[in-house]
């Protein structure tokens, strides 16, 4: 998590290349907890290159199916490896291809800016 300076009253928060190299490594580990995990990737401020103190990190993964509704699936993905806070979205293939399909504002966004990084 972001941290202050002993000295100074500046928050410095990670930048690009710490976040990318975390949620590579967060993911090495935690797709072998989810067996039916196709795809993740991140997006928005951490993708675009405009992220700054504050930024969350969005992700969204692509998996088999769930038995889950939609808004509960993130509660079973440890986020806490990760050195910023994390808004996750979790698809199953079948919604992931509706999504696309309808080119939402959502799968417009996520054509444009999403960073995949599993597998």
């Not at 967060?26 to 072998?32: G, P, Y």
């Not at 979205?89 to 939402?104: C, M, P, R």
Request: charged share 25%; hydrophobic share 45%; proline share 5%.
């Amino acid at each position: 998590m972001p941290v202050r300076s002993l000295n100074s009253s500046v928050l410095k928060w990670p930048n690009r290349e710490k976040v990318d190299r975390a949620v590579r490594e967060w993911i090495r580990i935690e797709s072998a907890k989810h067996a039916g995990l196709c795809r993740l990737a991140y997006f928005g401020s951490y993708a675009r290159g405009d992220w700054g103190v504050g930024s969350d990190l969005d992700l969204v993964a692509i998996v088999k199916d769930a038995t889950e509704p939609f808004y509960r699936r993130a509660l079973g993905w440890d986020l806490s490896g990760l050195p910023v806070p994390v808004d996750l979205l979790v698809y199953t293939l079948a919604e992931w291809d509706q999504l696309t399909a309808g080119k939402s504002l959502l799968a417009r966004t996520l054509e444009r800016e999403a960073i995949w990084v599993f597998p």
